[in-house]
């Protein structure tokens, strides 16, 4: 992440603001841990109640169907099981949910720059 985050300006970064500009190093990635797991998880399932996502991948379906909470309050897929899927999904849509700003509508005409087409002839 240290390699491409350079090159591309949309990296998730986990460090608060506030300490980046303390001077302390920007952490790209999410962090998967017992609390964040749990907090997109609950964030997934919120989002299906309340029709705000729809999985329409088969195989994640079929890994939600084995997704569990453990005996010692842990979350995951039933032993033997995948969970990735769901894990993604999760973590997706709390991004997108959660994270993100919402879309916004952009009325021609304001705040928009005309591009001239370029190609190899004209350059």
Not at 67 to 83: F, H, I, M, Q, R
Not at 85 to 110: D, H, N
Request: proline share 5%; hydrophobic share 35%; charged share 30%.
């Amino acid at each position: 992440m240290d390699t491409i985050c350079n090159f591309y300006d949309n990296l998730f970064a986990r460090t608060d603001p506030d300490k980046v500009k303390q001077g302390i190093p920007i952490k790209y990635g999410f962090h998967t841990n017992k609390q964040t797991k749990s907090m997109i998880i609950d964030r997934l399932l919120a989002a299906m109640r309340d029709d705000e996502y729809i999985e329409h991948d088969a195989r994640a379906c079929d890994e939600a169907d084995t997704y569990e909470t453990k005996p010692n309050g842990s979350l995951g897929a039933v032993d033997g099981c995948k969970d990735d899927k769901v894990i993604t999904s999760a973590g997706c849509v709390w991004l997108a949910l959660e994270y993100m700003p919402l879309p916004r509508i952009i009325t021609p005409g304001r705040g928009r720059v005309k591009r001239r087409i370029v190609g190899e002839a004209t350059i």
